[in-house]
């Protein structure tokens, strides 16, 4: 994410040489530059930026009058080659005071500080897991939140399902096709017009018995092929 910056000195080769520094660092965009500070407070509005490179003494106003008079102001790194300005820039809060002659490595300095305090939130905190899947149960007349991966299988009893886990089993109002697309999850399986299954709890196969573990399930015969294709190829 690039910082927008503008450099506001009313001499030429101050400019350039913070132009150039400016091209050597990839997140700093330059918007414009200007030598006049009345023109440049114009200029601001129809080309807002984050970053100012100002010097103190020009013509016309100073660059602290400049700043009494800017209103939303970015955050400024002041230029000047006369280190008596430096406890007034401070008085400013500005985000650093560059004296004139500019080094490349004093130049790097300041701009690294303010990126570091200018990084979206989002880069500063670590990544956020992914959310657990999970399902909403209704069961006499209260909700229960089960996350899919707890759930083994699902049996189908007419206009009603179970949902097995692990620790307990749930009945509640729901047909198979339609609780199979609530689960919207690539692990479960219908193997059988009565049973769907949790391929994450899928042990072994023999016969027509499938193991959950400490559970076991029968195997459609016209769902066999597409089921055994599915375990061998996972």
Known sequence: MSIKCAIIDDE???????????????????????????????????????????????PGITGLEFLNILQNRPKIILTTAYRDYALDGFEYEV??????????????????????????????????????????????????????DEISHIEGLKDYVKVHTAERMYITYHTMQGILQDLDSADFMRVHKSFIINLQHFRSLEGSIISLGNQTVPLGRTYRESFVQRITNA
Do not use: C
């Not at 979206?120 to 006499?140: E, F, G, H, T, Y």
């Open 12 to 58: 030429p080769l101050a400019r350039k040489v913070i132009r150039q520094y400016l091209d050597q660092v990839s997140w700093l965009e330059l918007v414009f530059e200007e030598g006049n500070p009345l023109e440049a407070i114009s200029r601001l509005k129809r080309e807002p930026v984050e970053l100012i490179f100002l010097d103190v003494k020009m």
């Open 95 to 148: 985000a650093d005071y560059l004296l004139k002659p500019i080094s490349l490595e004093r130049f790097l300095k300041a701009v690294h500080k303010i990126h570091q305090t200018e990084l979206p939130v989002s880069n500063q905190l670590p990544p956020q897991k992914p959310a657990r899947p999970s399902i909403i149960i209704k069961q006499d007349k209260k909700l229960y939140k089960v996350f899919l």
